[in-house]
């Protein structure tokens, strides 16, 4: 009979990896893993709900899938309130970071930022969407946590993890010790432990960028799109191009496949569109941890300095070679402090 760890009996057995730990953060991934299969429930009905929506109005659609963005980001709000481990949420879909005042998070130590809902343009047609989480250690010892207590580089995370509403929904994170993916068994309602040390193949032979914004890239991207096209036995190229429009979902495929994530600077997103704080870092740290590289096309995503919540960054993602590659292209053709004109050729400053 194969014996199943669930995530719950996981983090507890792992909790002895941080030997002054008290439990607090074993509880606080324990709550997120709980407001995870309570959004699942609810993506799940949501597929169904659309199938209902085509029969009568078009505006039910749009204004559900807003709701399930604003009900994910509730829920995770909701259950990181009562764990009380939790004492400042930071969330896409609010503007400003929330602070946790009630009685039982009073001693909480832990910041946690996150996209509630990634790729939710992709709920309408049942294609694969996520959440994406990042956890730190506040920084001030006393007092009320503020936005300096947010705003820490990828570095300095304790934490971070997806979860995948995909054909099956899984739960990948790590502590810094490796990625460990789980799959929820609905018959059991738990996450079992499915994907052991999750790591990267170093070569890949994916690529995943929206191609439709080629005209805006950089040359450096360009010259990297095109190095992936051209044939080369020894090499394994032309790649195989592959872009589901769910950063979660397409770094998630590349995790288990190998491959390289895109989304560079474009003309109509000049400094991106990703975010750093709850898209970029945790998916960067989730990548290095599992033995690939994460940079904005120039330097480390961890090393970036964070100065504003919801401040983006471009993101190169996935095998080590890969995105080593894609680093030399922009070097050579798009140097760092290129100023891009996007009106053809990108010229020097
Ligand atoms: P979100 O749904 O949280 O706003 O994120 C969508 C993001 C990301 O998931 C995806 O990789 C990217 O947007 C897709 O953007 P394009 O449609 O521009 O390709
Ligand atoms: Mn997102
Ligand atoms: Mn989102």
Redesign the pocket.
Known sequence: MKVVTTLGQFILEKQADFPYAKGELSRLLRDIGIAAKIVNREVNKAGLADILGEAGTTNVQGEGQKKLDVYANEQFISALKHGGECCIVAS?ENDDYIPIESEVSKDARYIVAM?P?????NIDVNVAVGTIFSIYRRKSAEGKATITDVLQRGTEQVAAGYVIYGSSTMLVYTTGKGVNGFTLDPSIGEFCLSHADMKLPEDGFIYSI?EG?YVHFPDGVKKYIKYCQVEDKKTGRPYTSR?I????A?VHRNLIKGGIFI?PVTAGAPNG??RLVY?CNPMAFIVEQAGGRASNGYERILDLDVDALHQRSAIFIGSKNMVKKAEEMMASFSPQGTKKTFEGEVVLQ
Request: glycine share 10%; charged share 30%.
């Open positions: 896409e996209d809902l990634d790729g939710s343009s929206n914004n872009y429009g769910s950063m979660v397409d989304y569109k990703l898209e």
